[in-house]
């Protein structure tokens, strides 16, 4: 019998010791952070990420508002970013604000959006590896050749 104790205690523990590995909390019921991200600035051609600069921290959930107050169309583009995380959705919205409603939701993996001139993407998802990238950019191109990214809308994202 006392030679059960011991076996008893360790296999408490070891039972106690997984569920707390696990009780730190459902992903799924996170309420997102919002990051606002504007692609350019309002009824100007500035080819420029409003910040450029974007920091986020593995296991949380992220809401990512893409808009684009601009008057050209603009790439939000970065293959690193993507191989970093776990997109759990992107929403097109009808609409910047409280009061918006989702026009289309896609699901899966995600290394680029596209947002329209006026438009708001949500783009939903939770960081899974650390590290720094230096691919974001816009790849439109505009009538003399150059691309966005040549015209300064390039980014950097780190992942703690």
């Not at 508002?65 to 690193?80: A, C, D, E």
């Not at 816009?138 to 009538?143: N, P, Q, V």
Request: glycine letters at 8%; aromatic letters at 10%; one cysteine or more.
């Amino acid at each position: 019998m006392n030679r059960l104790i011991p076996i008893a205690v360790v296999a408490v523990a070891a039972f106690a010791f997984n569920f707390s590995a696990y009780g730190a909390g459902d992903l799924s019921k996170q309420n997102p952070i919002v990051v606002r991200v504007d692609l350019g600035k309002d009824g100007v051609a500035t080819h420029r990420f409003h910040p450029d600069k974007l920091t986020f921290e593995t296991g949380k959930l992220y809401r990512m508002v893409l808009h684009n107050p601009s008057n050209s169309k603009h790439y939000f583009t970065s293959i690193g970013f993507a191989q970093k995380i776990y997109t759990r959705k992107v929403q097109v919205m009808d609409e910047l604000g409280a009061s918006a409603k989702t026009l289309a939701e896609v699901k899966g993996a995600v290394a680029e959006v596209e947002v329209y001139p006026g438009g708001t993407t949500e783009w939903w998802f939770v960081p899974v590896a650390a590290g720094a990238v230096k691919d974001l950019h816009c790849s439109i191109e505009e009538k003399d050749g150059k691309t966005h990214a040549q015209l300064g809308m390039t980014g950097a994202i780190t992942i703690l």
